[in-house]
């Protein structure tokens, strides 16, 4: 019985005018009018290529797995482009209806005072690569890297998670109401 020689997947993506890509060993680096920024893959089962216009990732085999892998890779570079291009946003709230909450940059975290009442004030880490503004009752989180902006979000958003209380009562706290200028329902 023969079998079918299986050949392996080949991912093109442009790269858009103003944007430059090079791949050095295993590092995809993008550089656009926003900044640079760079990400090594880990995976053995995948190569990068460049020629300036395209950025090539392809797998010697077309499996599960490797299909898998190439694809998270390809969405990883077009938040990469897209980052370098408009920058990630995100946006969150914050409410409270029992006790008066106040929020202030402090460093590289974030301090949120008089959360349910409480004495000493929460803490959130932001991460190096996010630029956070506080503007009255949103909280605004800009940078190139969609990883990094979205972790400083859920960073915000786990340092006011409520515990041993209902919450269907106590719905204070910061919560995301926007990924890159789409309204989450």
Known sequence: MKQKRMEGI????????????SVEGRTIKIKGPQGEISKK??????EAKTDGKKITLSTSKNRKKQRALANTERGNVL??????TEKITYKLRILYSHFPMSVKLQGKELLIDNFLGEKYPRKA???????????????????IDKNVVAQTAANIEQATRIKRLDPRVFQDGIYLVEKDGRPLK
Do not use: F, H, Y
Request: proline content about 2%.
């Open 10 to 21: 080949t991912i093109e993506l442009e790269v858009p005018e103003g944007v430059t890509a």
């Open 41 to 46: 893959i880990e995976s053995r089962l995948l």
């Open 79 to 84: 938040n990469m482009i897209r980052g370098v």
């Open 125 to 143: 880490a932001i991460l190096d690569g996010a630029q956070l503004e506080v503007k009255g009752q949103d909280v605004i989180i800009t940078g």
